[in-house]
């Protein structure tokens, strides 16, 4: 049996660029003030990496302190969703994917 590989394997650039955005940030700030919402990438490991490091992962805006730190999803958040962010003090960590955020400037709504 041959076994062939893909020519490109891992996560892609948004995903990559999402999960090296909050790990920077974790750096930083390193108390338990980071929240995320929902799963920055769908991948189990990924979210239980960053659990273990102190983020809690909530699944709502109005779950997050006032004045703390709030990382996206990687496919982004609604503009309700940001709003209520900044209304509240939250520190917004925008890790989406600039492709999606390019992408759903040419949506009508």
């Not at 999960?19 to 920055?40: F, P, R, S, T």
């Not at 990382?71 to 209520?84: D, F, K, N, P, V």
């Amino acid at each position: 049996m041959k076994i062939f590989k893909a020519k490109n394997i891992g996560f892609c650039f948004g995903v990559k660029r999402a999960v090296n955005k909050a790990n920077q940030l974790l750096k930083e700030i390193q108390n338990d003030n980071i929240y995320m919402l929902g799963e920055i990438i769908h991948n189990p490991q990924v979210i239980s990496e960053f659990e273990s490091k102190g983020v809690h992962v909530v699944r709502d805006v109005s779950q997050v302190p006032l004045h703390k730190y709030l990382i996206t999803r990687a496919h982004g958040i609604s503009y309700h969703e940001r709003q209520l962010a900044k209304q509240h003090g939250i520190k917004l960590i925008d890790t989406t994917c600039p492709n999606v955020k390019n992408y759903s400037k040419l949506q009508i709504f």
